[in-house]
């Protein structure tokens, strides 16, 4: 993989529209229209169109759109706290070990 395609697919624009196309593959899976969607998880429909879109939004209306796709634990494994390493032997050992 080159360094342009790296840079563009960890580009946050990139990424923002990415989890817009995931939240609309899951709502079809689900034979759910944009309205349907936005009166479940309580956004307005135009939100919700620019959250698939663009993937624009808040964290709060993603938030609500997850929970009601039942993809909330995802967004919870994103910041699920690290272990604390006492030193950076420990960091290093845990590294090998995998």
Not at 14 to 23: A, E, P, V, Y
Not at 37 to 46: D, F, H, P, T
Request: hydrophobic content about 35%; proline content about 2%; aromatic content about 4%.
């Amino acid at each position: 993989m080159d360094k342009i395609t790296t840079f563009q697919q960890r580009n946050p624009v990139h990424l923002i529209r990415q989890i817009g196309q995931r939240i609309r593959e899951h709502r079809k899976a689900r034979g759910w229209t944009q309205a349907e969607l936005a009166e479940r998880s309580g956004i307005s429909l135009s939100t919700l169109k620019l959250l698939e879109r663009e993937g624009k939004g808040s964290l709060q209306r993603l938030a609500k759109v997850a929970v009601i796709l039942n993809l909330d634990g995802e967004l919870r494994q994103l910041f699920a706290t690290t272990p604390a390493y006492a030193s950076l032997d420990d960091v290093e050992a845990t590294h090998h070990s995998r």
